[in-house]
């Protein structure tokens, strides 16, 4: 298939960026988004124009790297899943294809398509662990946990921290992502004791960077790749008063 | 040869590590400040290195190429995590655990190191459930397990199909843990560029700042590499797109010692090659085997038709159905060994029973699985992973068997290491995928996170102790001297280069060239006429590479095509290496099956008289050829045998 592309290019943090047309042609549809991106860059290349930057790596949906807005929605068109997981019979021969960087002011463009993200690391940093050091701990089955807890400890767990439900929020809000460190904890007899700092620093963090509030629009959770439910917000919501009246 | 002193404790081989522990040296707490150690790496061995050695108190500096340490290629792991807890009651223990990992590398790995690694695997399932890791869990709230491949009982842990991911999330937990404390100090989207000795030690590292562009130089008492593997050599591969080999190769271009390059694992269960534009392969986790049969219709002419697409699997009769592994291994069944699957599935393709479009690939069947156990459970093992196939292939795995072929998925070989994982670098240690130390030549399933994480935790912060307690006195290192300003030098030389071709040929297009040289005649099976080829096409593609490659774009800020073109040609002289280390291994051992060796019924044959040793490569200049060490293995706790997986 061919395509036109509409790219937000963007030399470096501070510069003014704007959208530049490039066209496509004989697309696969078996081909991944990205592999189409990858063969505009060789073509690029090949003219001597500096390719498209965008962050990736693993190329399977699990490292979070890869984090393109496509046609208005983070991720692009299809559900559950991440850009690169994104395959081109999503899209119809000869169509229009907008591709911008995750727009928010917490995740700054570093370049093109790439944005910064430290501010996820700068919140897992203020709480978002137990506070244990290597050895010395009991053993892997003295204390049991019920097997509903555990799953939903792993559904929360699951989050792959791309920045997916920042970039579709209109607050910018990371809710959905620090509640989801918040819930896998809170669900865990480990993470139980230390419950009320870790949630209030950690809210305390995002506030700080300037993520938005959450205002219930569910953007977020339609958009998740991991499909993270936003009654993780709920719990986090309920572990934040808890931690505020005790 | 003195240089190549393995270390290992003496005494019987179960008290080795304790008497190890016992009798190295520490470093008091109060000096422990003083001393700063450099963790190249956020993976598995290095998130979780980085975090106990923060712990610990030794001042850490942590660099990664990702934009976060979370990001490690560890995340992808799927299928789980071997430990010798025997929760099933199985039968399992430390020494059975030792066996499987030993027979499973086909008697090429150091006997001390493995048994340390399953004597160590308790304590990392302890520790990952006091982090919080949501491993699966049975009604009763006990931990649940699975079966991997060569193996007869269940040790493998797991997080549903993304086990690596929640133990990489427990070592960056950790790791955040301490950043937030200040003993470690983390650098995102760096790449080491070099390696910096002093007076012969590892002192530092020379980096690039993916973001700037600018080189910087980083210094301490000694540096740990936790980079993991390096099969992108051959450009596709399971492995992430930043995946390299690089720093390692820096290293052994500074003088350690290489281990074994041609033993890399080719992976039976892939998602087959769609196109010429494919970037990278995924994997269809090991665990898939547990419940799915593998097998090719018996008939040609059925294959035949469902290669053009005239025939459906789900149209092949019963009785028209080879499940090959059922038949030539009774005992293991579908769970043998990667190496063994891999080469039967090639087997198979060759003599014109592959499916799919081209004729290279296999079923991997789960009709039965489903009738027996029901969907639901099916998805709740695998959904993941069946989502996953589906989205790539457009096919759905409950109603159709997948199609899988084999794919180059990790490297065996690795920086030689001692028992205490010091390279022939005195200071220099290398943990994890990158180094060669504890699967021979060939890895089972679920033993590389294991590995990963036994390194990380439990070994290096001893080891690398015991190195550091003589450092003490050592001040804190400028990086002004002339041994740190020589080697940037030298790094700034090799990126001017590379822009100074101005030529016409992609970096990519370079890459795939040498990845079809290393398939070809250095994957699956090789002979001595194809790996003699191959080096010589090597010499001429890396020759072609200095002449024709371009490079666009500027040397300073973020050029992501300077960054491919240095990993491409570290690349272009590690695949020459690892073509000649298979050349000289005139035998077949796991993953590394020449032709020429083989058993009548087509099974690697071992030369136990002249190969029981491991291959340590030493760099001798860039015009001359690599120099050959060998460090004998000695087998005292276990029987070495022809390696059966047809009876138990
Ligand atoms: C798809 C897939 C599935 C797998 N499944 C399993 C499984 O189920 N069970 C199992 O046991 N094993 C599995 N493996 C293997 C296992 O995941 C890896 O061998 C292991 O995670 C490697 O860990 P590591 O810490 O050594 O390196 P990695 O996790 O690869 O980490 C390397 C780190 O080094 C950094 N780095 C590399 N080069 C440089 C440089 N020059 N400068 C700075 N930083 C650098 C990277 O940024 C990264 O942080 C799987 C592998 C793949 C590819
Ligand atoms: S590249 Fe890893 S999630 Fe997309």
């Not at chain 1, 990371?174 to 865990?188: H, I, N, R, T, Y």
């Not at chain 2, 001429?540 to 371009?550: A, D, M, N, T």
Request: aromatic residues 8%.
């Amino acid at each position: 298939m061919d395509l036109k592309l509409k790219i937000w290019r963007q030399q470096g943090p501070g510069t003014k960026g704007k959208f530049v047309e490039y066209p496509v042609k004989n697309i696969s549809a078996d081909a991944s988004f990205l592999e189409m991106m990858d063969i505009l860059n060789e073509e690029l290349v090949a003219k001597g124009e500096e390719p498209v930057a965008f962050d990736h790596d693993c190329r399977e949906g699990i490292c979070g790297m890869c984090s393109l807005y496509i046609n208005g929605n983070p991720h692009g068109p299809d559900s559950a899943i991440t850009t690169c997981q994104l395959h081109m019979r999503k899209f119809k021969d000869g169509e229009t294809v907008v591709i911008e960087p995750w727009r928010a002011k917490p995740f700054p463009v570093i370049k093109d398509l790439m944005v910064d993200r430290s501010a996820f690391d700068d919140i897992i940093q203020a709480g978002g662990y137990v506070s244990i050091n290597t050895g010395g701990v009991p053993d892997a089955n003295d204390i049991p946990i019920k097997k509903e807890n555990a799953d939903l400890a792993m559904d929360a767990a699951s989050c792959i921290g791309c920045g997916a439900c920042v970039a579709a929020c209109k607050n910018a809000s990371a809710m959905l992502f620090v509640s989801a460190k918040v819930s896998q904890f809170a669900l865990l007899p480990q993470g139980k004791i230390e419950a009320k700092r870790r949630v209030e620093s950690m809210v305390a963090v995002m506030d700080d960077i300037g993520f938005g509030n959450c205002t219930n629009t569910y953007a977020c959770e339609a958009v998740c790749p991991k499909e993270i439910s936003v009654t993780n917000i709920a719990r986090m919501n309920r572990e934040f008063f808890v931690a505020k009246v005790s | 040869m003195a240089k190549l002193d393995s270390k290992v404790p003496k005494g019987p081989i179960a008290e080795k590590w304790t008497n190890y522990k016992a009798h190295q040296n520490l470093v008091n707490p109060a000096n422990k400040r003083k001393v700063d150690v450099i963790v190249v790496g956020t993976g598995l061995v290095g998130g979780a290195a980085a975090a106990s050695l923060g712990e610990l108190g030794f001042n850490v500096k942590v660099f990664c190429i990702q934009d976060s340490p979370r990001r490690a290629h560890s995340i992808a792991a799927q299928g789980g995590i071997n430990a010798a807890k025997n929760y099933p009651n199985d039968g399992d223990s430390v020494y059975r655990l030792f066996y499987d990992t030993v027979k499973g590398g086909d008697y090429r790995a150091r006997e001390a190191n493995v048994y340390r690694l399953a004597e160590v695997s308790n304590n990392i399932i302890d520790q990952c459930v006091a982090q919080g890791v949501p491993f699966a869990r049975e009604y009763g709230g006990l931990l649940d397990n699975r079966s991997f491949g060569g193996a007869l009982v269940s040790r493998t842990f797991y997080a549903r199909g993304q086990t690596g991911q929640q133990l990489l999330l427990g070592a960056y937990s950790a790791l955040s843990k301490e950043i937030k404390k200040g003993s470690v100090e983390l650098f995102t989207r760096r790449e080491v560029l070099d390696i910096v000795k002093i007076d012969g030690k590892a002192r530092g590292i020379i980096v690039r700042n993916l973001v700037t562009g600018e080189l910087e130089r980083h210094g301490a008492h000694a540096v740990l590499l936790g980079t993991g593997g390096y099969g992108n050599v051959f450009f596709l591969s399971t492995n992430a797109m930043t995946s390299n080999g690089g720093a390692a190769w820096r290293a052994y271009k500074r003088g350690a010692y290489f281990a074994n390059p041609s033993f890399v694992q080719i992976h039976p269960t892939c998602i087959p090659v769609h196109g010429a534009y494919q970037s990278k392969l995924t994997l269809m986790s090991e665990s898939l085997r547990n419940d799915g049969r593998i097998w090719v219709p018996k008939k040609k002419e059925d294959a035949q038709k469902i290669q053009k697409g005239e025939l459906k699997p789900t149209e092949i009769a019963e009785e028209d159905r080879d499940y090959y592994l059922e038949r030539r291994y009774p005992a293991f069944g579908n769970l043998v060994p990667r190496d063994v699957a891999s080469r039967a599935a090639k087997e198979r393709c060759d003599a014109g029973h592959g499916v799919g479009n081209t004729g290279l690939a296999v079923y991997l069947d789960f009709e039965d699985a489903i009738k027996r156990l029901g969907r639901n459970v099916i998805e709740a093992r695998y959904g993941n992973l069946f989502q996953m196939y589906e989205k790539i292939v457009d096919e759905n795995p409950y109603g159709t068997p997948m199609m899988i072929y084999p794919a180059i998925h990790y490297t065996m070989g690795g920086t030689w290491v001692d028992y205490e994982l010091q390279s022939t670098i005195p200071g220099l240690f290398v943990g994890g995928e990158a180094n060669f130390s504890d699967h021979g030549a060939n890895r089972l399933g679920a033993s590389a996170l294991m590995q990963g994480l036994s390194d990380g935790y439990f070994v290096l912060p001893y080891t690398m102790q015991n190195y550091l307690a003589d450092q003490i006195t050592v001040p804190h290192f400028k990086t002004d001297g002339t041994e740190f300003e020589q080697t940037e030098k030298e790094v700034q030389a090799r990126i001017d280069k590379l822009f100074a071709v101005k030529g016409d040929e992609t970096v990519d297009s370079f890459h795939r060239r040498l990845g079809h040289i290393m398939w070809d005649n250095v994957g699956m099976a090789r002979n001595k006429e194809g790996l003699e080829k191959a080096i010589k096409e090597i010499q001429e593609l890396r020759k072609e590479f200095w002449q024709r490659v371009k490079v666009p774009g500027e040397k300073t800020g973020m050029n992501v095509e300077l960054e491919k073109a240095l990993r491409v040609a570290d690349f272009l002289e590690q695949g020459e290496l690892m073509a000649l280390d298979a050349l000289t291994r005139n035998e077949s051992s796991g993953g590394h099956f020449r032709l020429e060796y083989q058993t009548e019924e087509g099974e690697a044959l071992r030369d136990d008289k002249n190969f029981t040793h491991v291959s340590a490569w030493e760099y001798m200049g860039d015009d001359e050829p690599a120099k050959l060490h060998k460090e004998p293995l000695v087998y005292e706790n276990i029987e070495v045998k022809q390696r059966n997986y047809k009876t138990a």
